[in-house]
């Protein structure tokens, strides 16, 4: 089957911690998103990438960093710099821009 | 700049009620328009879509319809069920190199039998 996988489902980090959270895809998409999801505040973009080895910020990209090593993996890693880091991420791809993207079923990190 | 405004939720209803959630947009160009649906603890799935103006998009008993006079993509369903209850969010894109998905902050629908 053809998707987005994001892994963990659910994570917990100390604080001071980094933390890095996996999204790959199969459906051969050249674009990858992460959003982060807080409740009231829908979707804020933290970053994308349009094709491997180049990626641009988003919104709110202080605290995070990526990396597109792969066309078919797109790691986000929460860095301590990050005040507030609890929240909803999901990952997303597309296979290009005006086009739909295509969701993981999220990540729930949370801070302890 | 493009952005999207979607109304203030919650929206409660009974079953069988209709139901219309609004949802404007800002953009340059011909933007392509999306509905996406987000079921309690998991990620958005596509509901359905329109890429030019007046073209309807349809899926699961939802419309909604790509008004560029208005700048309106709302969404209706003419009955609505138990199932439905979610988090709607109304998106659009461009076709301009170097851009991501824009969303409207979601509305939750919650529907009683």
């Known amino acids: 089957d053809g998707g987005i996988t994001q892994s963990p489902k659910y994570l917990f980090r100390k604080e001071g911690q980094n933390v890095t959270l996996s999204c790959e895809q199969n459906?051969?998409?050249?674009?990858m998103y992460w959003y982060r999801q807080d409740p009231g505040q829908g979707l804020r973009l933290i970053y994308y990438?349009?094709?491997?080895?180049?990626?641009q910020k988003g919104d709110i990209a202080e605290g995070y960093s990526v990396s597109r090593e792969k066309k078919e993996s797109f790691p986000l890693t929460v860095t301590s710099a990050q005040k507030n880091p609890t929240a909803f991420y999901l990952c997303?791809?597309?296979?290009?821009?005006?086009?739909?993207?295509?969701f993981g079923q999220g990540t729930r990190l949370t801070v302890v | 700049g493009n952005s999207v405004t979607q109304m203030e939720g919650p929206v409660t209803l009974s079953e069988e009620a209709f139901l219309t959630i609004n949802c404007t947009y800002t953009?340059?160009?011909?933007?392509?328009l999306f509905w996406y649906v987000q079921y309690p603890g998991e990620g958005l799935q596509l509901l359905l879509k329109?890429?030019?103006?007046?073209d309807k998009g349809s899926n699961k008993g939802f419309e909604a319809t790509y008004r560029k006079e208005t700048t309106s993509f709302h969404l209706e369903k003419g009955s609505v069920q138990v199932s439905d209850s979610a988090v709607y969010f109304c998106?659009?894109?461009?076709?301009?190199?170097?851009?991501?998905?824009?969303f409207g902050k979601g509305t939750t629908l919650s529907v009683s039998s």
């Open positions: 997303a791809s597309a296979q290009g821009t005006n086009t739909e993207a295509f």
């Open positions: 459906l051969n998409h050249d674009a």
């Open positions: 990438s349009q094709i491997v080895n180049d990626f």
């Open positions: 953009a340059t160009g011909y933007p392509s």
């Open positions: 329109a890429t030019k103006a007046d």
């Open positions: 998106a659009l894109s461009v076709n301009q190199a170097g851009t991501a998905l824009i």
